[in-house]
């Protein structure tokens, strides 16, 4: 039988692969935007990608800081612990589906 700690050493390494891979996409998307013509299309694509990077980043850093800590996988609302099976698919998820705060919509209240 696979103990939770098990579990959580291997969505470590899932979270340092995504950590490196969005370091990677972020040093690309910088090095196109140097190179990157006045088109203003183009810089706000490069701008909107450029930010949800740095968010994932946030958000992954986060949760291997988390880990170091010994509190990943533990909700930040209930204290309870999160789902393995979420943790798999968002692994830098920081509450429970229970706790999930409703997401925020630009224009509405």
């Not at 098990?6 to 690309?28: C, F, N, P």
């Not at 880990?67 to 429970?96: S, V």
């Amino acid at each position: 039988m696979v103990s939770r700690q098990d579990e959580l050493g291997v969505l470590r390494i899932v979270l340092e692969e995504q950590y490196e891979r969005h370091s990677t996409q972020l040093a690309l998307l910088a090095r196109q935007a140097r190179q990157l013509p006045g088109d203003r299309t183009d810089l706000e694509a490069a701008s909107a990608l450029t930010a949800a990077s740095r968010r994932a980043l946030g958000d992954i850093a986060r949760a291997l800081h988390y880990l170091e800590q010994g509190r990943y996988g533990t909700c930040e609302e209930c204290r309870g612990d999160i789902p393995i099976e979420r943790l798999a698919l968002r692994p830098a998820t920081r509450f429970c589906t229970t706790c999930q705060p409703e997401p925020h919509h630009q224009g509405r209240p």
